[in-house]
């Protein structure tokens, strides 16, 4: 296992993020397989066991920065893919980006506007800072999950497919309660990539079919 020094500056849990990182094995396959994140492995997994990226889909990825996301996607060959991120993302070819907060109000008509058409799937690997304060960071992320499935139910095809992480027992009762009613099938799911000790989730929604008709 390998350990690190703790610089001088760098607090101890900064060190132990690090070390986690050297030694962890997701890590280590994104390098040697050329993918740009271990998440890669979060979209593989729940993919593999789901099936809902195929070929010549159109997809939206909020939260797309560094890209491992995208990769699976393009992977997985969908034909027309539109990310977002408030970081920057290197170039992908195949994969149209926007540097941009998501939750700035016009972050969504930007994405309307390259999709050019509906989508098939909207990804949301959007996180925030976490203040070490439960109650807040849960209500911080619940308003990133919010907001990207007001965009999904905006955006997507009549069929289509939500994904988006959640923390802390996963989507509120209000949100799922809605879930259910615009979609046929919804799930909280965990992949094996997912840090056994982080209290990260996604949640799952197939099946849309809109109560209203998209602009």
């Given at each position: ?8 500056g760098?607090?101890?849990?900064s060190?132990l993020w690090?070390?986690r990182?050297?030694n962890d094995p997701y890590?280590?396959k994104?390098?040697?397989e050329?993918?740009?994140s ?6 593989l997994?729940?993919n ?8 010549h ?7 797309a920065a560094?890209g ?5 996607a393009?992977?997985?060959?969908c034909a027309?893919?539109?990310a ?10 195949g ?7 998501f ?9 309307r ?7 098939d799937?909207?990804l949301s ?7 070490g304060?439960?109650y ?7 308003a ?17 497919t ?5 923390f802390?027992g996963?989507?509120d009762?209000e ?8 979609f046929?099938?919804v799930k ?9 000790d ?5 949640v799952l929604a197939?099946?849309?079919?809109p ?5």
């Amino acid at each position: 296992m390998k350990k690190i020094r703790t610089a001088k500056g760098r607090k101890t849990s900064s060190t132990l993020w690090i070390e986690r990182q050297l030694n962890d094995p997701y890590v280590m396959k994104a390098q040697k397989e050329g993918y740009r994140s271990r998440a890669a492995y979060k979209l593989l997994e729940m993919n593999e066991k789901h099936q809902f990226l195929k070929p010549h889909m159109a997809v939206v990825d909020l939260g797309a920065a560094p890209g491992g996301w995208c990769q699976v996607a393009l992977q997985k060959k969908c034909a027309k893919i539109v990310a977002i991120d408030l970081l920057n993302m290197d170039e992908l070819p195949g994969v149209d980006f926007f540097q941009q907060d998501f939750m700035a109000d016009e972050a969504p008509s930007l994405l309307r506007a390259k999709l050019d058409g509906a989508a098939d799937v909207v990804l949301s690997d959007m996180a925030h800072n976490t203040t070490g304060h439960k109650y807040t960071d849960h209500l911080k992320i619940m308003a990133l999950v919010e907001a990207a499935y007001e965009f999904a139910t905006e955006i997507l095809k009549p069929g289509g497919t939500f994904l988006a992480k959640t923390f802390q027992g996963g989507a509120d009762s209000e949100l799922l309660a809605r879930m259910k009613i615009e979609f046929t099938q919804v799930k909280h799911l965990k992949p094996p990539a997912s840090r056994a000790d982080s209290s990260e989730r996604y949640v799952l929604a197939t099946g849309f079919r809109p109560l209203r008709t998209c602009s």
